[in-house]
């Protein structure tokens, strides 16, 4: 099931599915950026949509009024580039190094299509370019291994994680456009420059008559990246999660969730996952070892993902390289140490954390009467 | 690089050139235009040639006519004018020239 869009071509309504719509709207607004230069740009264009009609009509029958994704794409693929007066050689590639790579940023989304529950294995999937089958497996584990507890981050994803909905997020979620796909990319750069108001408005009117709801639905569309290239932007002069990052990130995150899990089932049972750690060292030592892993472990990943861009420290910026991850843990182990040896070695110290939970009672109670 | 891309930039330099000899052979829409280069090696697409014709037309080879049609709107039919005419005889002058030099480079060494 695909959503559908109506359009006119030189006056004559065609539907479309939604994604072909986008790829059409991408190659026309890509040849009239092509044609800017050009006296008989209105008339090329008008040619240009009377035999992308003409291609549609071949491809409609009696009971198919429809035309696919794939029928469009096809079509396009016919049409072949619209190319400027001057050959275009020399442009396209100096287009192609100026556009600096990141210009469809991957970004995780849920993905519905081909989704178990939500999409959530199959965006991280996308994401990660692994088999979506491996991703639920080590879903799978991870909820048995955690006690059901990874279900949570499941459920957390589920609801901050957006849903990819316009084919242009599900290019980003693939972090390429699946279709037509030069076509859309460069579609895209041009479509950024149409924001002047009037400019948009002419193009409009020679789409002739998009419908209001989708014309709103664009105008949205283009806030919404707008705002996307802002944060963008604002990420530049920042911080910005390099390389592996993004994946680092998520180990830490799930590394993070085991080890509370751990925390929490040691100092209940005396046992981290049914493994009796009581038995060989006292329960201090083993929850200061567990801190001294976690940090370890994770704090080069912090520092990794946060690298700067580009080789420059800014003396104003806060460098979080690799050591800040050990210092941050022997500074934790210092803080549990010197506790443990204080109320062991100070019975002043014992008796009054020991009274603290008398203490709050009183509190609660004074409270109460009161 | 093969012989068909070592030719591409000649080949693009030569579309202007048939697509006044077609023209020339009948009135023709821009679909009868594609389908006489869709069997040769000048294979071409609707976004290349629509802005060549628009070119050609500019610079005044070329004009065209609205003509009805069965199966949809009407269609633009294309022919040369006068200038074009003049162009293309000069052009088929000047590729039998190039012709017969390239047949006569190396073989007249004698």
Not at chain 1, 141 to 166: D, E, H, K, R, S
Not at chain 1, 305 to 317: F, I, K, L, S, T
Request: charged content about 25%.
């Amino acid at each position: 099931m695909n959503k559908i869009t109506s359009i006119h071509l030189n006056g004559k309504a065609y539907q479309l599915e939604e994604q072909g719509y986008d790829a059409l709207r991408a190659y026309l607004t890509h040849a009239e950026k092509q044609l800017s230069e050009n006296p008989d740009k209105a008339e090329i264009l008008s040619d240009l949509e009377q035999a992308i009609a003409e291609k549609c009509d071949a491809r409609l029958r009696a009971n198919k009024d429809v035309v696919t994704t794939q029928e469009v794409t096809q079509i396009l693929q016919e049409m072949g580039p619209v190319e400027g007066p001057e050959k275009s050689e020399a442009p396209k590639t100096e287009q192609t190094t100026s556009n600096d790579a990141p210009q469809t940023p991957k970004r995780l989304y849920l993905i519905r299509e081909g989704a178990m529950f939500a999409g959530v294995c199959n965006g991280l999937a996308a994401y990660f370019n692994l088999d979506v089958l491996l991703v639920r497996l080590i879903f799978v584990a991870l909820t048995i291994l955690t006690g059901g507890a990874w279900i949570l981050v499941y459920a957390a994803m589920m609801f901050v994680v957006p849903y990819a909905n316009t084919s242009e997020e599900r290019a980003q979620a693939y972090g390429e456009a699946f279709n037509a796909q030069e076509i859309v990319n460069r579609a895209k750069e041009s479509y950024s420059r149409l924001t002047d108001k009037g400019r948009w408005e002419r193009w409009g009117e020679r789409m002739s008559n998009l419908e209001d709801r989708h014309r709103e639905r664009v105008e949205k569309k283009r806030d919404n990246r707008a705002e996307r290239r802002a944060a963008r932007q604002a990420e530049r002069y920042h911080y910005r999660p390099v390389g592996t990052s993004a994946f680092l990130g998520f180990v830490s995150m799930v590394l993070a969730v085991l080890w509370i899990a751990a925390l929490i089932s040691l100092i209940n049972t005396g046992a981290i996952f049914g493994w009796a750690v009581t038995a060989y060292i006292p329960i201090w030592l083993a929850i200061v070892l567990l801190f001294i892993v976690f940090h370890a472990v994770t704090g080069p990943m912090r520092a990794g993902r946060w690298m700067r861009v580009g080789n420059q420290w800014h003396p104003a910026d806060y460098a979080y390289d690799g050591w800040h991850g050990v210092v941050d843990g022997l500074g934790i182990l210092f803080l549990v140490i010197s506790f443990w040896f204080a109320y062991t070695h100070f019975p002043e110290v014992q008796s009054f954390i020991n009274a603290i939970p008398h203490q709050f009672q009183n509190l609660v109670d004074s409270l109460k009467k009161g | 690089m093969n012989v068909n891309e070592r030719f591409q930039s000649l080949r693009t330099g030569l579309l202007e050139f048939l697509v006044l000899k077609i023209i020339a052979a009948h009135k023709v829409y821009v679909a009868d235009i594609l389908g006489v280069l869709a069997k040769t090696d000048f294979k071409t697409q609707e976004g290349t040639l629509y802005p060549l014709l628009s070119r050609m037309r500019r610079d005044g080879l070329l004009d065209y006519e609205w003509r009805e049609s069965e199966t949809g709107p009407p269609r633009k039919y294309y022919s040369l004018t006068a200038k074009g005419e003049k162009q293309l005889a000069e052009l088929t002058e000047y590729w039998k020239h190039i012709n017969s030099t390239i047949d006569s480079i190396g073989a007249s060494y004698e």
